[in-house]
């Protein structure tokens, strides 16, 4: 025991402990921790294979002085209020949610000590409701950890529409405040919501952000005619009681740079969009195999998502923000060299497009051509079936070879030709010079 002259007291003080919580978890991260709970509560709700999250919402205000997030998806008992939620780390008997996102323990506790030093939480079910308000600055001045309930109403029926969570945070931290007054932050924020929670979205939850309905943001493949995604899928860990169903997708989509590169989807959740960095192979030298370059935006089409389900979300290869990779995880590192590969196949056919552009020019290019005339862009959860990437290597031609010229001369003299043509550009003035020669040559002008 403590005292006792044989122990060291080595318990934390409250206010380091608070501290050393929230210190590294980005403010916008702990917002989507607690829309996370959300989702979870809607999986707990309806949990079939493909859930109808249709009449589930979450609704999200954010000011200077205040935090609220509320739902309808289900609320959760006294019990695990009492002995799993509001504990500091996921105890072993806790229960848990199949194909949860919230898997750690940490995301709503760490929340709202990062938000402010006053926080309520009201919940109801259908056979309970309860509430609870903790004032941080009082709790960390007294020698327990526990919180304390203000209100249980047990054993009376409530009607489906009031079960849900809601939470309220005030005297926010001086940080907190300023970024959630900030109009930039809160769009930010609303991007970063419809960008992670895109499948829940797509699946019928409404997401009500200071009363604007979020939509889930595109990510398609175009298919069609000669040219097919890659879809691989396979399981991890069979033997165990609950495998990884892992699912790879890759292929091509629009020329936006902003959206090239690949995604990584968690039991639903989005934790990298879009990524480009050697953490996902690009700019990566593999062994005994060509490596993957740098990106740059001739992959500007390039689009690869991989999707891991599994039942415990714990085996899952995100880090305890959902924020990234856990990079050392055995499934990523099974999934990884079967990413470059997908990876080379899709920049090998992005180069022969690059290729066929520069030999035809755009107007002309036949492969260019054929993928505008073939294919239609797909919502990539709906492609099914393993299949190779491919496409058709030998189109025809729409018109003869280009070949493109480049030269230089002084600016006074471009000038001149540019108005005695009457264009507006040096590269008008070369195509116009060109074609007055080749007609000249043509029609026998030019001999003597």
Known sequence: MVGDGTHINAMPTKAFFVDMLVKDIPLERAVLDLVDNCVDGAKRLRPEEVPNFTGLEVKLQ??????????????????????YAFRFGRPAAAKSTDYSIGQFGVGMKRALFKFGRY????????????????DVDEWEGSTDWFFNFDEIIDDQEFPEEECGTRIIVRRLRPEVASRFSAEYFRRQLSEMIRSHQRQFLAFGMVIDFEGMHLTNTDLRIRTGGSFSPAIEEYGFDGDSDSPIFVRIVAGISESVPAEAGW???????????????????????????????KYHNQYARFRGIVF??????SKLPWNTTKTGLDSSSVVWQATYP??????????K???SLDDDIEEYGRSSSPLLAAMSRETLSQDVEKFQGARS?????????????????QYSREESKIRTLMT??????????????FDMIYTEQANGEGEE
């Not at 891991?308 to 979300?313: E, G, I």
């Not at 507006?424 to 116009?432: H, I, M």
């Open 308 to 313: 891991f389900n599994c039942r415990s979300s």
């Open 389 to 405: 990437f491919s496409w058709n290597r030998s189109p025809r031609a729409l018109g003869p070879k280009m070949v493109k010229i």
């Open 338 to 347: 079967k990413m470059l590969d997908h990876t080379r196949t899709v920049i």
């Open 263 to 293: 995604y990584v989807v968690c039991n639903g959740r989005v934790i990298l969009s879009a990524d480009r960095s050697e953490e996902t192979g690009w700019g990566s030298v593999a062994e005994q195999k060509e490596g993957i370059p």
């Open 420 to 433: 005695a043509l009457g264009v507006s550009s040096a590269k008008a003035v070369g195509e116009n010079t």
């Open 119 to 134: 926080f309520e939480v009201h919940s109801t079910t259908k056979h309970q409701k309860w509430s609870m308000t903790v």
């Open 349 to 351: 056919f992005l180069n």
């Open 62 to 83: 954010l000011s200077g002085d205040r935090f609220e997030i509320e739902d309808n998806c289900g609320g959760f008992d006294v019990e695990t209020a009492k002995n």
